[in-house]
């Protein structure tokens, strides 16, 4: 999941990304439970990097607000942030 913010996306090359996993098995703190386009998968912010954007080659699909708003709790729980 892309998770730098639209300006960034628009006007730099990187992008920061939270790579998705299907195993959903056990969620750690700083991975959030998501449902891309109707399929579970796992956001893991603890392993979040920057990727180049001609490294992304397809949409995998859209999440909703309560899923961005679980990432953004993992993130904050990762990096030790105050909400």
Do not use: C, W
């Amino acid at each position: 999941m892309i998770v730098s913010n639209s300006a960034a996306n628009r006007n730099v090359g990187p992008v920061v990304v939270a790579p998705l996993t299907s195993h959903i098995g056990r969620q750690y703190p700083g991975e959030a439970a998501v449902s891309v386009d109707g399929q579970s998968s796992k956001a893991m912010a603890d392993q979040f990097i920057a990727a180049d954007k001609v490294r992304l080659k397809t949409q995998l699909g859209t999440v909703g607000k309560a899923d961005m708003q679980a990432l953004a709790d993992a993130i904050r729980v990762h990096l030790s942030l105050a909400k």
